[in-house]
């Protein structure tokens, strides 16, 4: 899936928050969580504080990179109104596309951030809330778009559940196999090529 490439300020937009990011890990990995501030983070990133925050709200956030999203726009009304195809799974997929487009690639800070994941649970409870919270997302606007077809309020919010649940597998499966690979393969290519292939399996299970 290819991308109008970014103008000059987006593309030192980009590299500023990448310099940031593996500053704190490193950081974090070097001397301990202690020892990771935002002076600290700032100096070694060759930034102000004041940039710092401009970027990130927290030096928490900065170790965890972004958080995922849904679009708050056209595209999320598109969905919820059955949209673009009219088939769930495919339009989930298209969904999550638009969500992780805003994401910046970060497979050469995968391995520090896992490694800074596993020596300190708090960081790791945090990013467990908010992929929770990502798919409470995710369920609330599958079960908008199932208003219409199914009017029991029990069994849309069991459907929608299940939807999340099947979404986020199928991102995370796009992840491993992202960050496994090099080269110029992207994200966004997994994912859809995730979803295309959970649509295979599906219709194998059907016939």
């Known amino acids: 899936m290819s991308d109008a490439a970014p103008g000059l300020r987006e593309r ?3 590299a ?5 990011q593996p500053a ?27 940039t710092f925050f401009n970027y990130f709200p ?11 999203t849904l679009p708050d726009d056209a595209t999320l009304a598109e969905f919820v109104a059955g949209g673009p195809s009219g088939d769930l799974l495919r339009d989930l997929g298209s969904l999550l596309v638009h969500s992780t487009q805003a994401l910046i690639d970060e497979r050469g800070l995968i391995a520090e951030r896992q490694e800074v994941l596993r020596e300190n649970p708090e960081l790791f409870s945090r990013r ?23 009017p029991d309020p029990d069994a849309r919010r069991r459907q929608a559940r ?11 499966h796009a992840w491993w196999e992202w960050s496994e690979q090099g080269g110029d393969v992207h994200l966004v290519d997994e994912l859809e090529r995730s979803f295309a292939d959970l ?9």
Do not use: C, N
């Open 162 to 172: 299940l939807a999340s649940i099947v979404a986020l597998g199928a991102l995370r």
């Open 58 to 68: 927290s030096k928490e956030q900065a170790l965890l990179g972004d958080d995922p």
């Open 16 to 20: 500023t928050r990448l310099a940031i």
């Open 199 to 207: 649509g295979v399996l599906v219709s194998r299970s059907l016939v």
């Open 24 to 50: 704190a890990l490193r950081i974090a990995v070097e001397d301990g969580l202690a020892a990771v501030t935002v002076d600290e983070i700032s100096r070694r990133a060759d930034v102000s504080p004041r």
């Open 128 to 150: 467990m809330a908010s992929m929770k919270e990502f798919q409470h997302e995710i369920e609330s606007a599958v079960s908008r778009r199932l208003e219409d077809g199914e």
């Open 12 to 14: 030192k937009r980009l």
